[in-house]
Every structure is written in structure tokens, then in C-alpha cells.
């Protein structure tokens, strides 16, 4: 079985930051992109942001230049910084993995169950 869980969430004044991290565990063989994904209430699951194997990221326009996605491949966690947060940052933040088990078994996609983040004005 694989596991996502993450962490870091909380209260937090606009202007401030936030740290996010994500530990995938279990069955991994490998991973390719890892990512975080938002949702706030009553509106629909939006990409933060994207980092695979190799280095490349991909960041939703409204985060560019506030967050930033980092990861460290020997422990099999993906970070998110989140500075000058905003009150419409207010949202559930959900990691993902595209992990294969094993060496014979295809990539899936997990998610972990996410963690709160609230911007308070």
C-alpha cells in the first residue's frame, strides 16, 4: 500500500507564510511527478503546482512567484513554500504522486488527504 500524508497546514495572517510538506511511503519503486492541488469551499480541486523526477516545475499562474515546490527524491517528500499568502488561499492543500510499486507494475496516481490552510485579513 502507499500512503500520502501531509502536513504543515494552520492559521495564518495575509502576508504571512506557510510551509507544506508531503511524505509518500509504503510499496514505491519509483516516482515520477509529484504535485499539490487547492480546493476551497464550493469550488472545484485547481493546481498549485507540478515537480517531476527531473527537476521541472509547473506552477498555476496565480502562484507564480509566492510559492515554490521542492522535493527530495531520497525521502520521497515534495514541500510547498507559500509566501505573501492571501485570504484566497484559503483552501484544503492536497498532494499527489505518480508512484509505481514495483518494477513490473504500471504508475498510479495517489493522493494524500490534505491539510488546511487558512489566510485570515
Known amino acids: 500500500q502507499v500512503q500520502l500524508v501531509e502536513s504543515g497546514g494552520g492559521l495564518v495572517q495575509a502576508g504571512g507564510s506557510l510551509r507544506l510538506s508531503c511524505a509518500a511511503s509504503g510499496s514505491i519503486f519509483s516516482i515520477n511527478a509529484m504535485g499539490w492541488y487547492r480546493q476551497a469551499p464550493g469550488k472545484e480541486r485547481e493546481l498549485v503546482g507540478t515537480?517531476?523526477?527531473?527537476?521541472?516545475?509547473n506552477y498555476a499562474d496565480s502562484m507564480k512567484g509566492r510559492f515554490t515546490i521542492s522535493r527530495d527524491n531520497a525521502k520521497n517528500t515534495i514541500d510547498l513554500q507559500m509566501n505573501s499568502l492571501k485570504p484566497e488561499d484559503t483552501a484544503g492543500y492536497y498532494c499527489?504522486?505518480?508512484?509505481?510499486?514495483?518494477?513490473?507494475?504500471?504508475?498510479?496516481?495517489?493522493w494524500g488527504q490534505g491539510t488546511q490552510v487558512t489566510v485570515s485579513s
Open positions: 515537480l517531476d523526477s527531473g527537476g521541472s516545475t
Open positions: 499527489n504522486a505518480y508512484i509505481r510499486a514495483g518494477a513490473w507494475s504500471s504508475f498510479k496516481i495517489y
